[in-house]
């Protein structure tokens, strides 16, 4: 925040002249990298095609319009499957997340020296791969269905669901824990009773955070083969069947409509 | 009965918080340790139960020197130590109940404490102790919904069940309002008294450490300064403890405070 | 009176109260949940043959992990990635851009009413609906190639940045915007001076992150023909070019944790 002197006078600036030509020149480069990135993505694209998209869309949209209602009692079954991936997936991600928390929570770690990094490897890696990802590597490895989703569901949450948790496990009150310490508990009794009520609201809050993403997550998981909804989605899409597909895209939206409302009010009656 | 023999602490900084502290508490004494704030009371005190593990020294409480236990030992040897915290260190999410069992952790199985599988013996004595602190009614409330001065008693009720000979108390009263403050001083005291109890009370507040306690020692950067009786403490002692004031006014307090406590 | 209660107590055994005091409501949730349980395991149909046949590729591909080939197929990963950078970045730059007015329109105590709306519903609808079906209807609408992908991580980083910029700037402190607007500041001063400095370091926190996500998500848009690696990915897991797909994903890995490590210090710096 300099006050230069010029001409006599005491000018202020917010910056000195070094600071803003740094600032500058961040900017410019900024702004190039931009412009390459855009220059990349306009070459690889067929511009006539994108002129052409209004008419595409609305050659679309009328042919989507009307929904194909009746098709509604064929999705019965990819629904229930599509609530199964969901939840048995969260309930799996979290019976291991839980314990990859604990050797990740710097305050609980047996060894920060080589297991927390494990579990923070274990973190990592399940979380940076998104469960279509997982998906189409188990369906390589099991074979398409439903359980492929379900395990991909439960792969992709242990990530998030250990980091989310292993924060909420460092930022616990720490004197609590060294009350029930000092009475002389064992370790695990000093878990049950010192560490798990402070974490409990932030367990079960991430559990139905969690359980809401993936019912968005299974709504798709059928386009690669891994069961519910999206199978059909994926199969009207290869016919062209433009009126199952809105309609399939409307149930898609009350299901994950539903589901926030669900997570919202059970969230809200935890905490 | 605790013995503290050259117990020191020096922190991984390089801070000296304890310097061969040597002090002796005989069984059913009570005993204020005041000092400036970073004096060390509080790490004397985790030292004891070693919630702080000392650099070197040793605490004998009886005949066994603590720092040498494993940590099975450890435990034993704590379950003879009650805690009672500034911020009352209850369990939060807990009930009353589940706070003041807490204190038998020590002596119950793990599946047992889990599935709050208590012994009949020991929830008859929570009650009784719970009564004791006058809070039987809030049994089942959980410990977030109290007020200060309740969590404390439910704090010395956890510390009480332990069935300890010795209490140690760390800053009991610094986030209660005066009058609740020494409610809960009585208490202590007057439990001490009941159960022939020892006690080490952190507690920075110098007339209120005179009104209740026989003993006092002074501590400054680590080392025992002033060892007797609540009436030695002179203003020059003070200043030995704490530094340049006009202590005049603080013991003027203390007779003044204990004529409202009579008149009360 | 205190000591006859506790005489009726004594002697008398304790239960911790339950967390749902209507004991008919606890037994119908557990029965339900149970019931749900067993309803969805029994219908999810595993082979089990297959899967233990699986194992032993499961294997296969956990060992191809200790040696990826990134030789073989180096120019499609090169340009599959190249491809998803570009996306990453040129979405990130636009969807933030976009995102900040809206951001402010959604903000209930500095937007009017009609403003408040229209921005909400833009939110709504960017959030209801999945990256990889809006990739999929872009995909039909501007054809195969970067810009479909482009334009969904962009609709998708508008709906996640504008809504919790309008939550931030709700949660802002209410005096320090006023003590700027006492001064006689235009609308555009007293956005600058008094809300922009409260909400920015969360700002380009959550950009941060969301450039993150959107790595991550363009990882996958290649699968329905949105451009990007996920296509190279794909096409290795078709082919049972396990090894590849080892070395793309240890990419993805690789720069996913760069770019969180890189806002970590960011997001230090200016706070």
């Known amino acids: 925040m300099p006050v230069l002197e010029r001409e006599g006078t005491q000018v202020w600036r917010r910056r000195t002249t070094g600071e803003s030509m740094v600032r500058w020149f961040g900017w410019l480069i900024g702004v190039a990298v931009f412009v390459v990135c855009w220059q990349q993505i306009s070459q690889s694209t067929t511009w006539f095609f994108v002129w052409d998209a209004p008419r595409i869309a609305g050659d679309i949209w009328t042919r989507a319009t009307p929904p194909r209602w009746e098709y509604i009692s064929k999705l019965g079954r990819p629904i229930w499957d599509t609530l199964n991936i969901a939840t048995l997936g969260t309930l799996i991600a979290l019976c291991m997340a839980v314990p990859v928390a604990f050797l990740a929570a710097r305050n609980t770690t047996p060894s920060a020296l080589f297991i927390r990094p494990v579990a923070l490897l274990i973190i990592v890696s399940t979380r940076s791969i998104n469960s279509l990802i997982w998906a ?67 367990f079960a809050g991430i559990a139905v955070f969690r359980w809401d993403i993936n019912i968005r997550e299974s709504t798709v998981l059928g386009l690669v083969g891994a069961g519910g909804i999206g199978l059909q989605l994926s199969s009207s899409l290869n016919v062209l069947a433009w009126p199952q597909v809105s309609l399939i895209l409307l149930v898609i939206l009350a299901a994950v409509v539903i589901s926030e409302w669900v997570s919202a009010k059970v969230r809200g009656a935890i905490i | 009965m605790l013995r503290l023999e050259k117990l020191t602490k ?17 069984k059913g004494q009570v005993l204020a340790l005041i000092g400036p704030s970073g004096a060390g009371k509080s790490t004397m005190i985790r030292c004891i139960n070693r919630l702080v593990e000392p650099t070197s020294g040793a605490v004998m409480l009886d005949e066994t020197d603590l720092t040498r236990l494993g940590s099975g030992a450890l435990r034993r040897a704590r379950r003879e130590m009650g805690m009672i915290f500034q911020e009352y260190a209850l369990v939060e999410r807990l009930t009353v109940m589940e706070n003041v069992l807490s204190g038998r952790l020590g002596y119950v199985g793990f599946w047992r404490s889990f599935l709050r599988r208590f012994p009949q013996t020991d929830i008859d004595e929570a009650f009784r102790l719970l009564d004791r602190v006058g809070l039987l009614h809030m049994a089942d409330k959980r410990a977030d919904e109290l007020s200060g001065g309740q969590r404390q008693r439910v704090g010395i009720a956890r510390a009480l069940i332990q069935n300890p000979k010795l209490l140690l108390v760390d800053e009991p009263t610094a986030s209660l309002d ?87 | 009176m205190s000591h006859r209660e506790l005489d009726d107590m004594l002697g008398k055994g304790w239960r911790k109260p339950h967390f749902i005091k209507r004991t008919w409501l606890r037994w119908l949730l557990l029965f339900g949940f149970a019931a749900y349980m067993v309803a969805a395991v029994m219908t999810i149909e595993v082979d089990w043959g297959r899967v233990y046949e699986g194992l032993d590729r499961g294997w296969q591909f956990v060992l191809s992990f200790t040696r990826p080939d990134f030789i073989s197929r180096w120019s499609d990963i090169w340009s599959g990635l190249l491809e998803s950078i570009v996306m990453t970045v040129a979405a990130s730059v636009v969807g933030i851009l976009i995102s900040i007015p809206i951001g402010l329109g959604a903000a209930r105590n ?66 320090q915007a006023e003590a700027i607007r006492a001064s006689g500041a235009r609308w555009m001063q007293w956005i600058n001076y008094g809300v922009q400095p409260q909400v920015m370091p969360r700002l380009v926190g959550l950009s941060m992150y969301r450039i993150d996500i959107n790595f991550r998500e363009s990882a996958i848009l290649g699968l329905v023909g949105a451009g990007g690696i996920g296509a190279t990915l794909n096409t290795a897991f078709d082919r049972y070019e396990y090894d590849t797909a080892a070395a793309i994903l240890i990419l993805i890995i690789g720069i996913v944790m760069a770019l969180e490590y890189l806002s970590g210090i960011i997001r230090a710096r200016v706070q």
């Open chain 3, 110 to 175: 500095i937007a009017p009413l009609p403003v408040y709306v229209i921005c909400r519903g833009i939110v709504a609808i960017s959030r209801a609906l999945q990256e990889i079906i809006v990739a999929i209807l872009l995909v039909a609408i501007f054809g195969f190639g970067p810009l479909a992908g482009f334009l969904t991580l962009s609709f998708a980083t508008i709906g996640f940045l504008s809504k919790l910029l309008a939550e931030d700037i709700e949660a802002m402190d209410r005096v």
């Open chain 1, 136 to 202: 189409l590597l188990l369906i390589a490895i099991i074979g398409p269905g439903v359980f492929a989703g379900v395990v991909a569901i439960a792969i992709r949450s242990i990530g998030f669901c250990a980091k989310l948790l292993y924060e909420a496990i460092e930022e616990i009150d720490h004197t609590q824990v060294e009350a029930i310490t000092a009475t002389g508990a064992s370790r695990w009794q000093v878990m049950a009773y010192g560490i798990v009520p402070q974490i409990l609201p932030a």
């Open chain 2, 10 to 26: 020096t922190y991984k900084t390089g801070d000296q918080a304890l310097k061969a502290i040597e002090l002796e508490v005989p």
């Open chain 2, 178 to 264: 005066p009058k609740t403050s020494r409610q809960i001083m009585r208490l202590i005291t007057e439990l001490c008294r009941e159960r022939g109890l020892a006690a080490i009370i952190n507690i920075h507040d110098v007339a209120l450490a005179q009104m209740f306690v026989p003993r006092v020692v002074g501590l400054r950067f680590g080392e025992i300064v002033y060892d007797g009786g609540p009436n030695g403490l002179t203003p020059d002692k003070l200043t030995e403890i704490y530094g340049e004031e006009d202590w005049e006014a603080t013991i003027q307090k203390v007779e003044g405070e204990d004529e409202i406590e009579a008149a009360e």
